[in-house]
């Protein structure tokens, strides 16, 4: 059983399109993060939720909502995509708790032609 | 703001030991780790270390935290081709809720 599942593994699209990208977590953490890895692999985040709430959003373009339906799930929306945006986007879930280790989901390639 | 850096390209020989080093900002981190990635694949956690302590040996993998220098390393003993993958260190703030900042990665070259 996969912790943390991310769809699609790649996304090929254009410019000026709106995609997303669903994220699904059964280890029953509370907190759920997105995370943006550019050509040069730096790791940055993006997004946290943590029971339904976000607790933080690093200078992200307000092109991108995360989206919640519920504490499973952390949907990544992007609107009017840019070139830019290409990169590798990682989900990942984590418990509040002594030990907040972060589990990943494999990555989302994400192309913008 | 929170910070971590490293360097960013490591090579090593067969065999030897590795060492990737890492520097962090935030004082307050209750635990630092290392994660791995390997090429085109999702992020695996290495080990951790909890900020009260020193070092931390985990069979190959030693790290060690000198909190006065905010200073965070990772030996690899033996290394072997298979480690050869990019090195994420990482601290966790805790800004409502515990947020992980990751640092730029090492990429790890082990040469046969």
């Known amino acids: 059983d996969t912790a943390v599942s991310q769809t699609p593994k790649y996304l090929v699209t254009q410019m000026g399109n709106d995609k997303s990208i669903k994220c699904e977590q059964n280890?029953?953490?509370?907190?759920m993060y997105w995370y943006k890895q550019d050509s040069k692999k730096f790791l940055k985040i993006m997004f946290s939720?943590?029971?339904?709430?976000?607790?933080i959003n690093e200078t992200v373009p307000n092109r991108f909502s995360p989206k919640s339906p519920d504490k499973a799930h952390l949907n990544l929306h992007i609107n009017s995509l840019e070139l830019g945006d290409s990169a590798v986007y990682f989900c990942?879930?984590?418990?509040?708790?002594?030990?907040?280790?972060?589990?990943f989901g494999q990555g989302t390639r994400l192309t913008v032609v | 703001g929170e910070d971590v850096e490293q360097s960013l390209f490591l090579s090593v020989r067969e065999g030897d030991s590795s060492v990737i080093n890492c520097t962090y900002t935030d004082s307050s981190s209750t635990y630092l780790y290392w994660y791995k990635q390997e090429p085109g694949a999702g992020l695996q956690l290495l080990t951790y270390?909890?900020?009260?302590?020193d070092m931390k040996q985990d069979q190959r993998l030693t790290v060690l935290l000198n909190k006065k220098d905010k200073h965070l390393s990772l030996r690899i003993a033996d290394t072997q081709t298979g480690d050869s993958a990019i090195y994420f260190c990482a601290e966790n703030v805790r800004t409502g809720a515990n947020n992980l900042f990751f640092g730029t990665g090492t990429r790890l070259t082990v040469i046969p």
């Open positions: 270390i909890f900020s009260n302590m």
């Open positions: 280890l029953g953490h509370d907190t």
């Open positions: 990942a879930s984590s418990h509040e708790g002594s030990l907040p280790e972060a589990f």
């Open positions: 939720y943590n029971n339904k709430e976000l607790i």
